[in-house]
């Protein structure tokens, strides 16, 4: 009888939440990472359930940790808000993220971009967008049964998902649902200063308003007071000359004859 030899268990599979890579190659792929993710942030605050990350590192395959991408921005839906070191879909009840951003630099290769594009079109998100600040060129895809199709026109194109409009003019650009504009982290200071500064002169303006009319006020009551005392000295002239009267007939004086 041969006896079964069982060998140690494979060593847990380590999965690292860096790449070594940098997030950006140079400041303006920085800003529109950090403009987009903040955005996206700001969107879905309210929402529990929709998680966007940025620079995170996706692991889709459980027990493969060389299966792996940092997209600059992703949004996942029915996922919770909350920090994590990677994202492993497995740990995440199998939800890939559905939207994902890709923001391009001057060094980003073809062949990088490529399995990049394979990378989201496989594991399964719906959306996938490219944006180059630098040519102002945007490219979208949505993830249909064959595969990744390119939205025709991304100008004026809105997000199936996200409910985001793009736009190209001069710049790309960004617009909430509700048509307003991405702002980058200093518009939104400046935005936030504009705020301030014209809820603090709206407050001078409603105090300036509330003295006026303490003001008004005021001076309605000293007429009422005035006019209170002038009929006050008018009673008390008709009394005394209501006396004066009773006086001389007292007299027996006619005082309508004097």
């Known amino acids: 009888m041969s006896s079964i030899v069982v060998g140690p268990p494979p060593p847990p599979v380590d999965y690292p939440d860096s790449d ?3 997030m950006a190659e140079n400041t303006l792929q920085y800003e ?10 700001l969107l879905f605050r309210d929402r529990p359930d929709v998680f966007v990350a940025g620079d995170n590192l996706i692991y889709p395959v459980r027990g ?27 740990e995440e009840e199998d939800v890939f993220p559905q939207v994902v951003f890709e923001i391009l630099s001057p060094g980003n290769r073809f062949a990088e971009m490529a399995r990049k594009f394979v990378f989201y079109e496989t ?11 630098d040519r102002v060129r945007m490219q979208g895809y949505l993830n249909r049964d064959l595969g990744f199709e390119e939205v025709p026109d991304m100008n004026g194109w809105v997000s199936p998902r996200l409910k985001i409009r793009f736009g190209i ?27 301030r500064r014209r809820a603090e ?16 006020k005021q001076r309605a009551e000293a007429e009422r007071q005035r006019a209170e005392q002038e009929k006050q000295r008018a009673e008390q002239e008709k009394q005394r000359a209501e006396k004066l009267a009773a006086k001389l007939r007292e007299l027996g004086v006619d005082p309508d004859a004097v």
């Open 32 to 41: 529109w990472i950090v403009t987009v993710k903040g955005n996206l942030d």
């Open 169 to 195: 003019d001069t710049d790309l650009e960004l617009y909430y649902p509700d048509r307003r504009r991405f702002l980058s982290f200093v518009e939104l200071g400046q935005r936030a200063e504009e705020e």
């Open 64 to 90: 493969n940790n060389a299966v792996r991408q940092a997209p600059d921005v992703y949004v996942a839906f029915g996922r919770p808000k909350g920090d994590r070191g990677s994202y492993r879909v497995w």
């Open 123 to 133: 594991y399964g998100a719906e959306e996938y967008y490219i944006l180059d600040p």
């Open 201 to 216: 002169e709206e407050a001078r303006q409603r105090e300036a308003e509330r003295q006026r009319a303490e003001q008004e």
């Open 20 to 22: 070594g890579n940098p």
